[in-house]
């Protein structure tokens, strides 16, 4: 069927009676209940030979006709391969990639940038349709300025395990930070939740309404004006490690956005925060086995860190 990458026709089961279309789809294609919604609100959905809404009910011996678009919209995503990104692992249901700084996970409002997958799609990878159009295939974030190993779904039903996964934070996140001066204690756990900063929107804050946020973090190294943490995310909110340790006085080297101090960042020549996600495990979506990917330190951060170790 041309433009389109799939299409299925499907009877209704008994046991599906009297549910809304949307909930039918996700059961019976696997798909997320909002890509179904968005499937039926794009058109690309017919009950009985007839349009249909999302809030619709199905009947037993039903025919649901589902066409399913070949691709994203291209002004939303620019096709594009993106020089410094590497791919660890690769397999139907999901690919594994070494993110460097500079490059968005996804096109957002602002950014006019390189973006994770538009080298997906520039390099002829077919990701999963699930998620808002700019953002499909996407379980997971990256900040612009934090380097390191993410995956992405290739499948639908691979969208929907690891989404769960890590809403359900089964999923192993390690990282590893450069922060200004020694924490104290050299081992332990931020438990304060993060919301959007009252006065600047690009940044965050620990605020007493924000929400739920836990950091695990241990002293690796302790230097004369730095520490080595190896940090676990048990939650995954936006800018987190950088919030929870300016909280506790204790930036990541170059982040200046969370209170750096900026003649240390120009000393080790950082332009960026400190942060690289080193480590991702995870339940295999499709196969249920336990597998884990690494990402080695870029070379602007193993520089600063043995600037740092070298002051000693």
């Not at 949307?22 to 059961?27: G, I, K």
């Not at 007839?50 to 039903?62: C, D, I, P, Y």
């Not at 660890?88 to 096109?107: E, F, M, T």
């Not at 929107?201 to 950091?215: I, L, Q």
Request: aromatic fraction near 6%.
């Amino acid at each position: 069927m041309s433009g389109y990458a799939d299409h299925r026709t499907v009877i209704v089961p008994e046991g599906l009676a009297g549910e809304r279309v949307d909930a039918a789809m996700a059961r019976m294609f696997g798909f997320s209940r909002t890509r179904a919604a968005d499937l039926i609100a794009q058109g690309h959905v017919q009950l009985d030979g007839g349009e249909v809404g999302k809030s619709a009910r199905v009947h037993t011996g039903s025919m649901l006709d589902v066409a399913i678009p070949v691709e994203v919209d291209p002004l939303e995503i620019k096709a594009e391969i993106v020089e410094g990104i590497k791919i660890l692992h690769d397999d139907d249901s999901i690919v594994v990639v070494d993110k460097p700084v500079g490059v968005a996970v996804h096109p957002s409002p602002g950014w006019s940038g390189p973006t994770v997958v538009g080298h997906l799609a520039g390099a002829g990878f077919r990701i999963s349709t699930s998620g808002a159009s700019e953002r499909q295939g996407i379980v997971q974030r990256l900040d612009v300025g934090t380097s390191g190993v993410m995956v992405i779904t290739k499948s639908e039903r691979a969208y929907s395990v690891l989404k769960n996964a890590f809403r359900d934070r089964t999923v192993d996140k390690t990282y590893r930070a450069l922060v200004q001066g020694h924490p104290d204690p050299l081992e332990g756990t931020i438990d304060a939740p993060i919301g959007r900063h009252p006065r600047h929107d690009y940044k965050f804050a620990v605020m007493a309404d924000g929400r739920h946020s836990v950091t695990h973090y241990e002293t690796l190294e302790a230097h004369r004006f730095a520490s080595l943490l190896e940090v676990h995310l048990e939650t995954g909110r936006t800018h987190q490690i950088r919030v929870h340790m300016a909280a506790l006085k204790h930036p990541c080297v170059g982040d200046l956005t969370y209170g750096a101090d900026p003649v240390l960042a120009a000393r080790v020549g950082l332009e960026r925060q400190w942060l690289h996600a080193t480590k991702l495990g995870f339940e295999h979506p499709e196969t249920g086995e336990y597998v884990e990917f690494e990402s080695a330190l870029p070379d602007d951060l193993a520089h600063a860190l043995e600037v740092i170790r070298d002051s000693d």
